[in-house]
Structure formats: structure tokens, C-alpha cells
């Protein structure tokens, strides 16, 4: 399977992430799209879609907003496949250790791993944000989320498990 990773958009993004003023407004889907050098492509109910230089496949930035505010961004930093495609698995598990580690190069040890079906690494970025290196079916996505959107997907999670 030919399969790619973009390492350097991993560091770059974690990096810009890290010194980004997140105010988790949506005035800050134009502020990261033009320190990234992205350009929107759709705006939708669920949020907007940046095209992004990143040397995969599907070269996107999701903003989700999470009621009138951005929520998460997910960055697409391995190249995407229908989860049915020989050897998908394989090159998710790889590609999820490899950007996982990229990312601690650059921030240390995760401060949470979720296990299960779709593994994550988490790092607490500073109180605002939350950085997760994700593991699916068909890719691996890097994304940063708020504060806020992470304690209610650890309520979820937490209310799921009871």
C-alpha cells in the first residue's frame, strides 16, 4: 500500500496550535486558516472545511463548532482510505504511532490515552486547549480542542461507561 504521513504539517500544526491566542471564537477559523496559509473551501451547519497544503490525499481542516463556537479542529495528516482497502490497518496502526510520536517530540509525554476501537493520545496544551493525535478506521487525524468540547466529551464518556 502506498500510504503517506506528512510528519512536517504534524509538527508545524502542534507547534502553531501551541502559540495560537485560542479564543475558540469563530473569528478564529479566519486567524489559523491565514497563520497556516489554508483557504476556506465550505461553510456548513456543522462547521467549515480549509484547504490545507498538506501532502495527502485529501489535504483538509475541519472546524466543528460546538453550539456558536468552534469546538475542535481536525486536521487531516495521513492520507485517507475506505476501511475495507488491503492493508488499511496496518498503515493506521504504523501511522498512529509515528505521528503520535512526532507529537511528543514536540510536547512531551500524553497526559491521556484512550484505548479501544479508535485509540487516542491526548496532551493538555495549555488550560484552552487539548491536542489529540486519532486513530480511525481509514486514517489518522491530529486535532485541537477546546477546553470546553473536551470536558463534555469526558462527560460523555463517563456517562457511556456507567
Not at 496550535?17 to 477559523?29: C, I, K, N, Q, R
Amino acid at each position: 500500500m502506498d500510504a503517506r504521513v506528512d510528519l512536517d504539517a504534524v509538527a508545524d500544526f502542534v507547534s502553531a496550535a501551541g502559540e495560537f491566542d485560542w479564543t475558540w471564537g469563530l473569528a478564529d477559523v479566519e486567524r489559523l486558516c491565514a497563520a497556516q496559509g489554508w483557504s476556506l473551501a465550505e461553510v456548513s451547519r456543522p462547521g467549515v472545511v480549509a484547504r490545507t497544503a498538506i501532502a495527502v490525499n485529501r489535504p483538509e481542516a475541519r472546524f466543528t463548532f460546538f453550539g456558536s463556537r468552534v469546538g475542535m479542529v481536525t486536521v487531516n495528516v495521513t492520507d485517507s482510505f475506505a476501511p475495507d482497502t488491503d492493508g488499511v490497518a496496518e498503515f493506521v496502526a504504523q501511522a498512529y504511532g509515528t505521528v503520535g510520536g512526532r507529537v511528543t517530540e514536540a510536547l512531551g509525554e500524553p497526559t491521556r490515552r484512550a484505548e479501544g476501537e479508535y485509540p487516542e493520545l491526548i496532551w493538555e496544551l495549555k488550560p484552552a486547549a487539548f491536542v489529540h493525535v486519532s486513530a480511525l478506521r481509514g486514517s489518522v487525524k491530529l486535532r485541537c480542542v477546546s477546553a470546553e468540547y473536551q470536558r463534555f466529551n469526558d462527560d460523555m464518556r463517563a456517562a457511556a461507561s456507567q
